[in-house]
């Protein structure tokens, strides 16, 4: 579905990808698995067609994803219809003055029908249990329920590809709790959703394919478990440290710390 | 030695910019609650008629030349606020004082310095005082009947009606998107106050002072344009090509075009009486 062909970007003078190649296949459940500046939010973002490669190539089902290709109003149009992306704060996707306008800003961009939006808006309300918000301002929200309206603004497109950059970030545990929940359920667990992540409890409950990278290089591709049991592949990519504490009957020892959640 | 002992310090540059701060934020609180009201008066009017008829009764206070019947708008404004359930204490601290501070400010001058005739043993002039009435008047009953408008209307709603009143969509888009922002702006600028007091001991010189204003505006500002970007990009990321729209459903009632027939009426009666 989309592939990554040697792909190289910097923020000035720093790299952020450093040669990237990947494929992702449809209806997967990928995870792109880093520590922060391995680089995985900026290949989300270009797969999300929002930044390009300055060498390399990015495509998807075979088109080209770069400046020229989205320029052109059908193909933009087509692509943003099928690829939705959940931004890691909320405070940047909700710019709209209540719940209910941001979550028709993207059927509205669409030009679908009033009806349609409407019955669209009502379903990914109902499906994120936010219809009692419908008439609130964002900004009044708590970190839990921007992160649902988020979401909700881009399940209400029902995109092929869901591209999540850190879901559960700064989310207290009943509300990361939900946004897996629900993250398994979707489309019925057959659309694709590729996951930007260093939160390693996460990854096999809403993975089956997973990309670790580490300093804007990738360097493991395999299914998360294989992934997670190499410990010096994961203490490499900062993923994982030395904890060092104590135990009153055992005295002080060390272990890999993995900070799952 | 008892550090703690000597004469109360005045608030600290930090506490009054916190102070401030938080006063904007508690402002916008009232505001939200008090349109939110639904036991209020204007609350219940179609926003749209709200706006037209508050835009209108500005215009003819604008043009009415009789100091009478711009004070009768202002005592219809301060009629309809009651009957809205506006706090008059709050509006009198938000609205009237810092007009009457401001216009008076500028008014002030022209009560000396307008030729006319002199009150006997006073240095000011009839024409004066009447030029400086006028101001003051035009200015309270103006921003009273906009404070009205946005204390009774929900902010979305506002932004419906003035697209339905067919001002142009980026305009709309723009104001709203402004509104949003400016909570986390200052919401930003709050915590960065409160982080920089929590290591803050005594009180600060004056170019210590100035240079903690200027190093938090930067990074405001810097942060701003960040954000901007990212918004941008959510909004591309939607589908956003420079084109915006809006769902607009308002349903008028009868009651409604009541309430718009009154508005003009009185516009009407206040340009004519003030002509």
């Known amino acids: ?261 | 030695m008892d550090l703690l002992a000597g004469a109360p310090v005045k608030a600290s540059f930090i506490e009054r910019s916190i102070e401030g701060l938080s006063k904007g934020l508690s402002f916008a609180a009232l505001a939200d609650a008090s349109a939110h009201a639904q036991t209020g008066l204007l609350q219940r009017v179609d926003p749209r008629v709200k706006v037209a008829g508050v835009f209108t009764l500005i215009v003819a206070v604008a043009a009415a030349h009789s100091l009478l019947a711009i004070a009768a708008v202002l005592l219809l404004a301060l009629t309809l606020a009651i009957a809205s359930r506006v706090p008059a204490a709050s509006l009198a601290k938000w609205v009237w004082m810092p007009v009457l501070l401001f216009s008076g400010a500028i008014a002030l001058p022209a009560v000396f310095l307008t030729p006319g005739d002199r009150f006997p043993g006073l240095p000011v002039t009839a024409q004066g005082l009447r030029a400086a009435s006028f101001l003051l008047l035009r200015a309270e009953t103006a921003v009273s009947l906009s404070s009205l408008l946005v204390l009774t209307t929900r902010w979305a709603h506002l932004l419906k009606a003035l697209r339905v009143l067919r001002l142009p969509v980026v305009f709309v888009v723009i104001l709203g998107m402004t509104y949003r922002y400016l909570f986390l702006m200052l919401q930003t600028a709050l915590d960065m106050f409160e982080s920089r007091e929590s290591r803050t001991v005594g009180v600060l010189d004056p170019a210590d002072r100035r240079r903690l204003a200027s190093a938090t505006v930067g990074v405001l500002l810097s942060k701003s344009y960040q954000l901007s970007s990212e918004v941008h990009l959510a909004m591309q990321s939607r589908g956003f090509r420079g084109e915006v729209y809006l769902l607009d459903e308002f349903t008028t009632r009868g009651a409604d075009w009541v309430w718009l027939t009154v508005f003009l009426a009185v516009a009407a009666a206040a340009a004519w009486v003030g002509r």
């Open chain 1, 1 to 261: 579905m989309f592939r990554v062909e040697n792909v190289v970007f910097h923020y000035n003078t720093v790299t952020a990808l450093d040669g990237v190649s990947l494929e992702i296949a449809e209806g997967k459940r990928s995870v792109l698995l880093g520590a922060n500046g391995s680089g995985k939010s900026t290949l989300l973002r270009m797969l999300d067609g929002l930044c390009f490669p300055e060498s390399g190539k990015i495509s998807f089902r075979g088109d080209a994803i770069d400046q020229a290709s989205l320029e052109h109003d059908e193909f933009a149009h087509t692509f943003r219809r099928r690829v939705g992306l959940v931004f890691q704060n909320p405070d940047v996707q909700l710019f709209n003055p209540t719940v209910l306008d941001e979550i028709a800003f993207g059927p509205l961009q669409m030009r679908w029908p009033k009806e349609e939006i409407l019955r669209r808006v009502e379903a990914a309300m109902a499906t994120l249990e936010i219809a009692h918000l419908k008439d609130r301002p964002p900004h009044r929200l708590s970190g839990g329920e921007k992160k649902r309206v988020a979401i909700a603004s881009v399940l209400v497109l029902d995109p092929e590809v869901l591209l999540l950059d850190e879901p559960t970030a700064a989310l207290d545990p009943r509300s990361q709790s939900q946004i897996i929940d629900l993250l398994i359920g979707w489309g019925g667990g057959k659309k694709t959703v590729i996951t930007a992540t260093h939160d390693l409890g996460l990854v096999e409950d809403i993975a089956d394919d997973c990309f670790l990278m580490q300093q804007g290089k990738l360097v493991a591709h395999a299914a998360p478990a294989a992934i997670l049991k190499d410990e010096a592949m994961l203490r490499a990519a900062n993923l994982i440290h030395e904890h060092r504490h104590a135990h009153p009957s055992l005295g002080m020892h060390t272990h890999p710390h993995t900070h799952r959640t």
